[in-house]
């Protein structure tokens, strides 16, 4: 970026501090009276100036292709003002958009926890919105048209945020392997935490939530902490790509959620399963769940993800040799229907 639009940019910055040095109380004190006369509750609002030199290399940055991501770096970017609004429960933050559009115009709203699921990538959750102030929010009338970011997130969702960017952006060198796989074991942990925490909120107001569906959503990120919340640490954790696999074999059964899993895993079939198969190893959480499917699912498991996985050739074999010995144990429940190919399995 050539030097005058540094310089534009700092006149542009050093004259909205002139004008507004105390711009970090102004929208903390605003957003606390925002959210007081919505009668809504929060753990704390913060609010943060960006510092000139962050502003002044965030504007330098280009794409893949050379050109500048930010043109108009006054315009474009958005986190010159910062605010943080953390709750004590994700429950609260539907709400608290709803009271900030009352107030602000929305240019943008972003569920990051459902990006996150989408893509199948583990991090934290987090809602960001992109505000314009206008007239109707008089505390910040000296701020009309000015465009800035606002992050909701539970105070857990924060704390996995700050110490997540001090371990990965903060620190020199790779990362070992285990760091990754502690992180996605704890953004399962985290969100199911959040999740019980919903749900305590919804038994000690249930007037006040207005969705009784606090259960946790089944994902790649997820699963290593529901899992291990589930049955402790009676099953190792499986490679972090497995579970991606372990999310179809799941969801081919209409098991999305922690509820649906935590009826799958359920002790009497648990132990079943160990038996009849007699392990010769001590299988990890994706193992024992499949096993669990074919269990209480049959062909219907085999036909479904027979061809699934990283060996789809030998799946098919495979699973029918387990399913003939989990009959031979007499486990499964002989009304369910079987295959010619399951009987003369070895």
């Known amino acids: 970026m050539p030097n005058k639009f540094i310089s ?3 006149a542009r910055y050093r004259d909205f501090t002139n004008q507004h040095p105390h711009a970090e109380a102004d929208f903390r004190e605003a957003f606390e009276e925002v959210l007081a006369d919505a009668g ?3 753990d704390r609002v913060s609010v943060r100036l960006k510092e000139w030199q962050s502003l002044r ?3 330098r940055k280009k794409n893949s292709d050379g050109h500048l991501i930010y043109p108009e770096p006054w315009v474009d970017i958005h986190d010159v003002i910062g605010v943080r609004i953390t709750t004590l429960h994700s429950t609260e933050i539907p709400q608290i958009i709803e009271a900030l559009a009352d107030v602000f115009i929305v240019h943008r709203s972003v569920d990051k926890a459902a990006q996150t699921r989408v893509s199948g990538s583990f991090g934290y959750g987090s809602h960001h919105l992109i505000l314009e102030v206008d007239h109707r929010i008089e505390d910040l009338a000296g701020y009309h048209g000015f465009v800035f970011e606002v992050q909701i997130r539970t105070v857990l969702q924060h704390a996995w945020a700050e110490f997540e960017h001090d371990v990965r952006y903060k620190r020199s060198g790779g990362l070992d392997p285990q760091v990754d796989r502690a992180f996605t074991l704890a953004a399962g942990l985290i969100e199911l935490a959040d999740q019980q925490f919903d749900q305590i909120a919804a038994i000690q107001d249930p007037g006040h939530h207005h969705s009784t569906d606090l259960d946790v959503e089944l994902s790649a990120k997820t699963l290593p902490g529901v899992i291990a919340m589930l049955v402790g640490n009676r099953f190792p954790q499986s490679r972090i790509e497995d579970y991606r696999w372990l999310e179809e074999l799941l969801f081919a059964h209409g098991i999305t959620t922690a509820t649906k899993l935590r009826d799958l895993l359920n002790d009497p079939d648990i132990d079943a399963v160990r038996r009849s198969l007699n392990y010769q190893f001590q299988p990890g959480q994706v193992r024992i769940i499949d096993d669990l499917l074919l269990r209480r699912y049959h ?10 996985g990283k060996y789809p050739r030998q799946r098919g074999p495979r699973l029918r040799k387990r399913l003939h010995a989990m009959r031979a144990a007499r486990i499964l429940d002989d009304s369910e229907p079987h295959s010619k190919a399951e ?3 070895p």
Do not use: C, V, W
């Not at 062909?299 to 699934?308: L, Q, R, W, Y």
């Open 343 to 345: 009987l003369t399995s």
């Open 40 to 42: 809504l509750t929060y």
């Open 57 to 59: 290399t965030k504007a």
């Open 8 to 10: 534009k940019l700092s």
């Open 299 to 308: 062909d219907e498991h085999i036909n479904a993800t027979g061809k699934s």
